[in-house]
Each structure stands twice: as structure tokens, then as C-alpha cells.
């Protein structure tokens, strides 16, 4: 979530790097010998795991590093994001409790100044 | 009877040069993220580059592994799971053939890499089977429905064949429980190492694990030979 220099926050709670609608076969095939992307986003989900059963700075450090790093890329083009000078992530826990889906949110972690 | 005959030499090799492949890729990965990275990557993948050409093989070993250590200390652990975890063995296995006195001490090292290989298929099945959820199909539709694994959103669809996923789900744990039967005969592992190969392409296809594919071919050649030396040997 961005927030403003008031710590406003300037949108709702977004998803950190969704997944494409759909993957052709032949980007499966170029992704078996190049996926940086995706292999860090695997890294960020290992982190996560980390932090929920024992937090560390580390792991959090890795996490809003790689967020302020896509939000910089993002913000020179997007100008709805130019404002925002604060970041924050939290973490949401999807379990099938009981057969059914339950969402929850497991760790928020503290504002992080964009930089 | 014994249809190819792999030399310890020759297994070995292709151990360093398969694993060499595998580290490369995976530096060439870092080399487009932060600067950090960039200082350990780069002289990764100039170093997987020597193992894969054998230049210097002993040395060049040891500076991966001094590397390897630096990885674990700038991640706080493995960067991508099972994957570093396997090639950190293969590589220190590979360390220990150089530093073995005797011939026996290096057949051991591979003999250990390729036990450690054979348990981490049936450990992994051993797990799954154990578990109500897993036999039930119901964990491999969790793992499409809602899990971070999928790489696109259409494959999520593949949580409504709950019949399909029951079957995937038996497949691959008969597959991982029965791996170490496959030891008994060498054609038996050759058809096992293509299964267990194509099993591995397709976790990168449905879940972008294309690491763990490169990764865990390249301890193939160990098994192949630790085969024929313990079951056709003796």
C-alpha cells in the first residue's frame, strides 16, 4: 500500500507481482532456461516464511527492497503513484480451515520510506 | 547385464559440467537484479564457466564453495529451497572427491551424493503419503487453487479436475516411493531418471521450479554409475 507524506494512504492493498492471465507454452520453454523474475518472486515467498515463523530484519529488508525497486520502475511512467512517499506490505494468509478457504492477515510490517 | 558402462571418471564429469550448466544459469539470473548480487554472481558464473571447461577443477571447486558459504550468509539461508540445498551437495560432494586420499574415499563421496539423491524422492513421497490430504488429491488442488506456485492464473483452473489432480497426485508419489526399486536395474533407472526428468520439466512448466529441473539432472551421471558399481559390480 502507498501512502503520502501524512502517512494517508493513497490506494487500497495491492498485489505484489500477480501472475499473468495466461503463459504459452513456448514462454514455459524460455522461462526453463531464463526466469530471474519469477525465481525472486519465489525468494519474496520464502521470506515471508521466514518472517512468520521467526521475523527477522533481514527478511523484511528483502521484501521492501524488492517492492520499492518494481514501484520505482513503475512510478517514473505512473503518475498516480507519484505522490506517494511511504510503503507498506502486509502479509495474508490464505488456509483451508475446515474445508473451507479462510483468508487472514498474518504479519504487517512497519512503513518503509520510498527511496 | 549392464547396457552402457559409466567409468567413476566419466560420471563425475558430467557431474562438474551438468552442475556447472546449472550454477551458470542461475548466475547469468542475478546478474540483471542489484549490484550486491552482481559482486557474487558475477564471478560465479565465470567459475561454473572453468568447471564447465575443467580448467582447474580443484581450485575451481573450492572458490564455489567459498561462494556458496557467501550466498547463505547474504540470504540468510537458500535463495531458491531445495534447489540451492541439492546443488550446495552436489558441490561439496564434488569437493570431497578432490580432497579423497584413496579411490575408495572419492567412490564413497559419490556413492553418498547418489544415496542422497535416490532419499530425496522417497522422503518426498514418504511425505506426501502419509498425509489424508495428499492421498486424497485434495492437497494438489490447494497447491493450484490458492497456493503462490502457479505461473499463470488459467493453470489455477486445473483445481476444478479434482479426478485429474487424485491421479497426479498418486502418480507422482508412486513415482517418488518406487524411485529406489529402480536401483536394481540399470535399464529400470534409465527409464526412472527420464520419468523423474520429465517430472521435473513439468514442475517448471505448472510452477516455474525451472532451477530444480538443471539442478537435479546434473547428479544423474553419480547415480548412473553408483548403479552399475553396487548392483552389477558386486
Known amino acids: 500500500m502507498l501512502l503520502d507524506e501524512q502517512y494517508k494512504p493513497l490506494s487500497d492493498w495491492t498485489l505484489f507481482r500477480p501472475h499473468p492471465v495466461r503463459l504459452g507454452f513456448l514462454q514455459m520453454l524460455q522461462r526453463m532456461v531464463w526466469n530471474p523474475y519469477w525465481n525472486e518472486s519465489l525468494f519474496v515467498v520464502s521470506c515471508t516464511e521466514r518472517l ?3 521475523p527477522t530484519q533481514h527478511s523484511e529488508k528483502q521484501i521492501i527492497k524488492r517492492i520499492i525497486y518494481d514501484l520505482c520502475s513503475i512510478r517514473d511512467a505512473a503518475k498516480s503513484t507519484a505522490s506517494a512517499s511511504h510503503v507498506q506490505f502486509r502479509i495474508d494468509l490464505v488456509q ?18 520510498l527511496t | 547385464m549392464s547396457l552402457l558402462v559409466v567409468e567413476f571418471e566419466t560420471a563425475l564429469r558430467w557431474t562438474e559440467i551438468l552442475l556447472g550448466f546449472a550454477f551458470a544459469q542461475q548466475s547469468l539470473e542475478h546478474l540483471t537484479r542489484f549490484s550486491i548480487e552482481r559482486l557474487i554472481f558475477f564471478p560465479r558464473l565465470v567459475l561454473s564457466l572453468l568447471l564447465i571447461f575443467g580448467w582447474q577443477t580443484p581450485w575451481v571447486l573450492l572458490a564455489l564453495f567459498v561462494l556458496a558459504l557467501v550466498m547463505l550468509k547474504c540470504f540468510q539461508g537458500p535463495y531458491n529451497g531445495g534447489a540451492d540445498r541439492m546443488g550446495l551437495l552436489i558441490l561439496c560432494c564434488c569437493c570431497l572427491v578432490q580432497l579423497a586420499p584413496t579411490q575408495a574415499w572419492k567412490e564413497i563421496a ?18 506426501k503419503v502419509v498425509n489424508h490430504e495428499w492421498r486424497s488429491g485434495q492437497a ?14 488459467n493453470l489455477r483452473l486445473l483445481h476444478l479436475s479434482p479426478r485429474l489432480l487424485f491421479f497426479a497426485s498418486w502418480f507422482a508419489m508412486g513415482l517418488e516411493l518406487l524411485f529406489p526399486l529402480a536401483l536394481f536395474s540399470q535399464i ?8 523423474t526428468a520429465v517430472f521435473h520439466f513439468s514442475n517448471a512448466c505448472f510452477f ?3 532451477r530444480f529441473f538443471w539442478i537435479w539432472i546434473s547428479a544423474y551421471p553419480s547415480l548412473l554409475w553408483f548403479q552399475q558399481r553396487v548392483f552389477v559390480e558386486f
Open chain 2, 188 to 195: 529400470g533407472l534409465l527409464i526412472a531418471l527420464t520419468i
Open chain 2, 110 to 127: 559419490i556413492g553418498y551424493l547418489s544415496l542422497q539423491l535416490t532419499l530425496s524422492y522417497f522422503i518426498s513421497g514418504w511425505v
Open chain 2, 140 to 153: 494438489l488442488c490447494d497447491v493450484f487453487q490458492f497456493s503462490t506456485y502457479p505461473v499463470s492464473e
Open chain 2, 208 to 210: 516455474g521450479l525451472n
Open chain 1, 96 to 113: 483451508r480451515v475446515n474445508g473451507e478457504l479462510r483468508q487472514t492477515v498474518a504479519y504487517t510490517a512497519n512503513l518503509q520510506k
Open chain 1, 52 to 54: 512468520l515463523d521467526y
